[in-house]
């Protein structure tokens, strides 16, 4: 089945400190792969997406590259602020499930300054 | 433009009384989205709608949890009887079902708390 992993948590860095958050994959054919964020106390929002192979989506200084040959959406940001703390969720979708998002379980970043 | 609305923002109530949460999706949005989010079991999948029909109820725990979707400006998720254990933030999430590469978005949530 379809199913997304990523590194357990929480992640603690500091200021300026580079940034990667491993997601990897388990689909059928050509998935859309999304990162969202989730502040304390908000819902998700979208952070960036990427719709098929070798597409790089990218936001606010984060990125992400769609990796089909290893299954992977790792997302990274050279110099994380202390406003970046948040949770980060890796989601992917498939075609014809009406928008459905299969969600990893979440990474939470800290950032100390 | 409006986000996605749910009310309220937050509930408190005992046990045993029936909780209703609502939603209302961004306009011209035809896939609505129901979620639980609990720190033990993460981000579930409750049920979600396509041009207000049901689609896939998987994620419902059980039978006291019911959903609607009237019309596709509203939605509905009840709970009755409600239990402790159902305490968490319930968050609804509306998109454009087709493509299905546009990305969902959420409500600010409404954090119950079950007595």
């Known amino acids: 089945g379809n199913s997304v992993t990523q590194m357990e948590g929480p992640v603690t860095l500091s200021e300026e400190a580079f940034l990667t958050i491993n997601c990897t994959y388990t689909a059928t054919g050509y998935p859309s792969l999304f990162w969202y964020v989730q502040y304390p106390g908000e819902g998700l929002q979208l952070l960036l997406k990427a719709t098929k192979a070798d597409d790089k989506g990218s936001n606010k200084g984060f990125e992400a590259t769609y990796r089909k040959e290893t299954t992977s959406f790792h997302l990274e940001k050279g110099s994380v602020q202390v406003s970046d703390s948040a949770v980060y969720f890796c989601?992917?979708?498939?075609?014809?499930?009406?928008?459905?998002?299969?969600f990893g379980q979440g990474t939470e970043l800290s950032v100390k300054p | 433009d409006a986000g996605v609305i749910q009310s309220p923002r937050h509930e408190v109530t005992e046990m045993g009384q029936e909780v209703t949460l609502r939603c209302k999706p961004i306009?011209?949005?035809?896939?609505l989205f129901w979620y639980r989010q609990t720190m033990m079991r993460g981000l579930e999948l409750l049920i979600y709608?396509?041009?207000?029909?049901?689609?896939?109820d998987s994620g419902m725990p059980e039978d006291r949890f019911s959903a609607k979707m009237p019309n596709a400006s509203f939605s509905t998720l009840k709970i009755q009887p409600s239990e402790p254990r159902d305490s968490a933030v319930y968050f609804c999430?509306?998109?454009?079902?087709?493509?299905?590469?546009?990305?969902?978005?959420f409500g600010d949530g409404t954090r119950l708390s079950i007595l």
């Open positions: 709608f396509n041009n207000n029909v049901p689609i896939d």
């Open positions: 999430a509306s998109s454009p079902s087709d493509p299905s590469n546009q990305p969902q978005h």
């Open positions: 989601a992917l979708s498939r075609n014809n499930q009406g928008g459905k998002l299969i």
């Open positions: 306009s011209g949005h035809n896939s």
